[in-house]
């Protein structure tokens, strides 16, 4: 990540959406709980993947992060096939999306360097804290070549080479795959918002002697929802950016 004031908005960002699948947790049940707690979960990860005096730290107990994540991953691919075979596939979006969040955060985290014994994935010519292993994977390529121009230094540099823009790719579609999914969320909300509105109006004539029952317009689990899917793909898609950088 490049920048201590960018990394802290992460942490800002990864924090509030913690916080605020914390407070959803509370307002629903069911298997919207265990989604706002795998996001939660998720809010915390980039915290303190985001934060310059724990990412090194976050990348040493790296395979730890990413058994966590990908548990979280295996749930919900769990709850996905119950749904498909209990009710089909509707809603069945809500949990292919945290499957992919799970996903990417495990990819994210073999992204990061760690520890010698840990999973060093990190791609090559990345700024910042998160990225130096295959840059110096790379130079040791270059090394290689200087002294002998070997054939298998050249095999090993390709490979390398390949494997940088395969990551890259594979970064550059899950960083779209959230901002279209913030997108698509905010005005899935806009239009839950409206038809509310809508027929709120309508029970207010149909009783026009009687106190229309309010609900809550800024603490209620629809807006913590959209809260935690705005941080969390505005994070996500920034990180996944940046580390292709």
Partial sequence: MTGHLLGWTLVVLGAG???????????VSGWARYEAGAEAVMGA?????????TAALYGTYGV????????LCLGGVALSLRQVALGGLRHLHHRVHLVVGSAAMVLMTLAMPGAPSGPVLALAGSSGHGHGAMSGMEGMAGMEGMGGASAHGVTEAATSSGSE??????F????AYFLVFMALAV????????????????????A???LAPRTPTVLSAPNARLAG??????????MLLMMTA
């Fill in 17 to 27: 959406v913690a916080v605020g699948n914390l407070v959803r947790m509370a307002l």
């Fill in 45 to 53: 990860g980039m915290a303190v993947m985001s934060a310059p005096p």
């Fill in 64 to 71: 730890w992060w990413a058994a966590v994540f990908g548990l």
């Fill in 165 to 170: 823009v395969a990551w890259r790719a594979t």
């Fill in 172 to 175: 550059w579609v899950l960083a």
């Fill in 187 to 206: 005005r899935a909300r806009m239009r839950g918002a409206d038809e509310s509105t809508q027929s709120s109006a309508a029970l207010g004539r149909r």
């Fill in 208 to 210: 026009r002697h009687r």
């Fill in 229 to 238: 899917h705005v941080g969390m793909g505005g994070s996500m898609a920034t």
